[in-house]
C-alpha cells in the first residue's frame, strides 16, 4: 500500500487525477472502476477540466461504478447513477452504453452485474467513516461479490445529508460491489479527506486485516494507492 498525504482536498484531487490520468495514457480503452459520494468530486472536476482542455478522450473508456441505492428511481436527483452524469459523464465524450452503474434488489440483478465487471484496470474507492468501501459495511466476509447490502444507521446516518438531513429519507439498502469484485481490479486508488475519517484511515493502514474494518483487505492488494489529506492522516502514528 502506497499512502501519499497531502495538504488539503484540493492537492488530494490533483495527485488523484495524475493516477488516474496515468492509466488512461497507458490505455485509450481502460476500464475504470468509479465511486461516488464527495470524496470523489474533485476528481472528477479535475478530469472534466483535462478533458475540456487538453482533449484527453474517453470514447474508447469503459466504466463500472461500486455501487447504487435500492428503491429509488435512476433518475431520482439521489442515484448514484444522477450523480455520475452530473459530476462526469455529461462532461466528458463517454459513451454512455459504456457507463455501468448497479441497479436492482435482488440476488440474480447482483449476480449479472458481478458478471459484467471485468478486466477493472484502476478502482476508485471512497472510505466511510465505519471503514466500509463501496456499501461493504464492517463484517461482510472478503470474499463477497456484488450483493444486496443492509445499510447500516451510521452510513445512513453520514449520508443523510444528501436527504434534506432526514435519516428517515435514506434508502435502507443498496446493491454493491463485493470486496472479492473489487479486490479483483488491477490497481486501487482510494481517497479521503477530513477530520472524520481519521479512524478508519488509521484501521485501514495501520490495523489488522480484518472484516471489522472493510478497507483493511487493501493491505493485500497488489498496487494499491492511498491519497489522504492531513486531516485523514491525523491519527496515523508515522
Ligand atoms: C458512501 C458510498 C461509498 C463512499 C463512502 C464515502 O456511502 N457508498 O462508495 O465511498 O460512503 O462517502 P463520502 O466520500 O461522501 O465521504
Do not use: W
Not at 66 to 86: A, C, H, K
Not at 117 to 138: A, S, W
Not at 206 to 220: H, I, M, T, Y
Amino acid at each position: 500500500m502506497k499512502v501519499i498525504i497531502t495538504k488539503n482536498y484540493d492537492d488530494l484531487s490533483k495527485e488523484a487525477f495524475k493516477v488516474m490520468k496515468d492509466v488512461l495514457d497507458e490505455k485509450g480503452n481502460a476500464v475504470l472502476g468509479l465511486a461516488t459520494g464527495s470524496s470523489p468530486e474533485g476528481l472528477y472536476a479535475q478530469m472534466v477540466e483535462d478533458h475540456k482542455k487538453n482533449g484527453t478522450s474517453y470514447q474508447d473508456v469503459v466504466t463500472y461504478n461500486l455501487d447504487e441505492y435500492v428503491g429509488i428511481d435512476r433518475n431520482d436527483p439521489q442515484s448514484y447513477y444522477t450523480f455520475m452524469n452530473d459530476h462526469l459523464f455529461k462532461d466528458i465524450d463517454i459513451n454512455p452504453e459504456n457507463t455501468h452503474v448497479p441497479y436492482g434488489d435482488t440476488a440474480e440483478d447482483a449476480k449479472k452485474y458481478d458478471d459484467a465487471v471485468k478486466g477493472v484496470d484502476i478502482q476508485l474507492l471512497g472510505i466511510g467513516r465505519n471503514g466500509h468501501i463501496g456499501f461493504n459495511e464492517p463484517g461482510t466476509p472478503f470474499d463477497e461479490r456484488t450483493h444486496i447490502v443492509e445499510l447500516t444507521e451510521s452510513t445512513r446516518d453520514a449520508n443523510k445529508r444528501f436527504f434534506d438531513n432526514d435519516i428517515n429519507k435514506v434508502p435502507t439498502k443498496a446493491i454493491s460491489q463485493g470486496i472479492g469484485t473489487v479486490m479483483d481490479a488491477k490497481k486501487v486508488l482510494l481517497i479521503a479527506n477530513g477530520a472524520d475519517k481519521a479512524d478508519a484511515v488509521k484501521a485501514m493502514i495501520e490495523g489488522p486485516v480484518d472484516v471489522n474494518c472493510p478497507a483493511s483487505v487493501l493491505q493485500n492488494h497488489p498496487d494499491c494507492v492511498v491519497i489522504i489529506d492531513e486531516a485523514a492522516a491525523s491519527k496515523l502514528s508515522q
